[in-house]
């Protein structure tokens, strides 16, 4: 069911990293496909870097870098100027402390408005870890999105649980599920050298060890197939971040096995989707591309070498068929997923389907805004449900019990938005490098000298 609006909809996407800007983005263009998209970048550790933001191609109407005082203030400006400045939709992409604080900085800003925004958040990826933790700092908004039928069920069954409403759960799909079916004749005819791209992770596996014996594994592939191309396909450059934390780039363990790599090993960047369009066997330890890949129907492989574990995230795709490990692939096996598992995910459905639910959920909350406005937001935890809790949470992000920024976090005013804006640009660049150093290079010294 489309979205009916008059005139575009008009759609914020607020966002903290590469990945979470990209399944923010995305999403806005699936369930309002006719809106005009308005971004703001969280100032942070993760905030995307221009190199990242263009790989993604997630484009936006207007992009801009704030602070979170700096975003509640212009959300509540706006909700309270005219029709042409007050959005209709608003995309929280974030970590979930993140989301639950601006849900409450929010719920004060609009508290008088006639009109506040549709509130939508979800998951950038799968759901393996911490399910209650984030699902709960997700709650109160209008929409949470669950990217499959087995999200779903697992969403409403965590809010039910503890007496919060599930109404808001809303079943749909990852919103970058896309691109052209595995065509495996260009390899097979000889017109391009079969690819095999490994899908690196920046946080899993965590040890040097484990890293390099997959590192190993993969060159040792190439070499037992020399008419093979084997793909290191990296998230990040070493001087930037992602979602997750990468404290020992692939990168630099490339480089000190620089003598051992094969002709055939390379390592790539790049939109994974252009990536997949000329990959004839994906390979993760537990990657979102997994998905991708099986969407597209391209042979993909969840490796078990290093144990199936929680800790891995490869639990996730138990029941799914593509486990395997480098000695069966090098062996020739290749995975072939159940049927039944991908329908359970949201595998190999059309947008057109998998979000027809979302937007018909969107066009009955915009119709309700129009006719008698939408009710407050009303997050499960409160200081009277999490009294222990919250208050840390909202402090981390400048604001009180009461959703209101402290001393010191309140919003530039007009005359000094320009002034600070460089400053606070050069500053976050410095301390990010700062953080980045101590991440990849201090912390693993110092753990080092720790096991002496």
Not at 38 to 62: C, K, N, S, V
Not at 293 to 311: C, F, K, N, W, Y
Request: with cysteine; hydrophobic share 40%.
């Amino acid at each position: 069911m489309p979205v009916s609006s008059p005139t575009p909809l008009r759609v914020a996407v607020l966002a903290d990293s590469d990945t979470r800007w990209k399944w923010g983005a995305l999403t806005a263009r699936r369930i309002a496909p006719e809106s005009t998209v308005h971004g703001y970048l969280l100032w942070g550790r993760a905030t995307p870097t221009e190199r990242q933001l263009a790989e993604i191609g997630a484009d936006a109407d207007e992009l801009r870098e704030v602070s979170a005082a700096d975003f509640l203030a212009d959300l509540g400006k706006r909700a309270h100027g005219g029709a042409d400045e007050a959005f209709d939709v608003l995309v929280l992409a974030c970590v979930g402390g993140t989301i639950q604080a601006m849900l409450h900085g929010l719920a004060r800003a609009w508290r008088t408005a006639e009109r506040r925004p549709v509130v939508v958040t979800g998951y950038v990826g799968v759901v393996y870890e911490k399910l209650p933790d984030g699902l709960l700092l997700r709650h109160g908004a209008d929409l949470v999105l669950a990217n499959s039928r087995y999200d779903a069920r697992r969403f409403r069954a965590v809010y039910e649980g503890v007496r919060a409403d599930s109404g808001a759960v809303t079943e749909c799909a990852l919103p970058f599920l896309d691109g052209r079916a595995y065509d495996p004749g260009p390899a097979r005819r000889g017109e391009r050298p079969f690819r095999v791209v490994f899908a690196v992770q920046p946080s899993v596996p965590a040890t040097r060890k484990d890293r390099a014996y997959l590192l190993d594994r993969a060159m040792e592939h190439a070499r037992r197939f020399p008419d093979r191309e084997v793909i290191l396909k990296l998230r990040s450059k070493p001087s930037e971040h992602t979602t997750h934390i990468e404290e020992l780039p692939y990168q630099r363990l490339v480089e000190r096995a620089k003598e051992e790599q094969p002709p055939n090993f390379k390592l790539a960047y790049g939109n994974m989707g252009e990536v997949l369009d000329e990959t004839d066997l994906l390979v993760t330890v537990s990657s979102t591309a997994a998905l991708e890949s099986l969407h597209r129907s391209v042979p993909t492989a969840v490796l078990s070498d290093l144990g199936i574990r929680e800790q891995l995230g490869n639990h996730y795709f138990i029941g799914s068929g593509c486990f395997a490990s480098w000695d069966e692939l090098d062996a020739g096996y290749l995975p072939e997923p159940e049927p039944a598992w991908l329908a359970d995910q949201g595998i190999a459905t059309s947008h057109e389907h998998a979000f027809a639910t979302a937007r018909g959920r969107l066009s009955g909350l915009l119709d309700q805004r129009r006719q008698s406005g939408l009710l407050p937001l009303a997050p499960y935890y409160t200081v009277r449900t999490a009294p222990g809790y919250l208050p840390g949470v909202l402090a981390r992000h400048g604001l009180d019990v009461k959703g209101e920024p402290k001393a010191g976090h309140q919003e530039s005013g007009p005359a000094q938005a320009g002034m600070r804006a460089a400053s606070r640009r050069l500053l976050r660049r410095t301390a990010r490098g700062a953080y980045r150093a101590g991440v990849q290079r201090v912390a693993p010294l110092i753990r080092r000298w720790g096991q002496l």
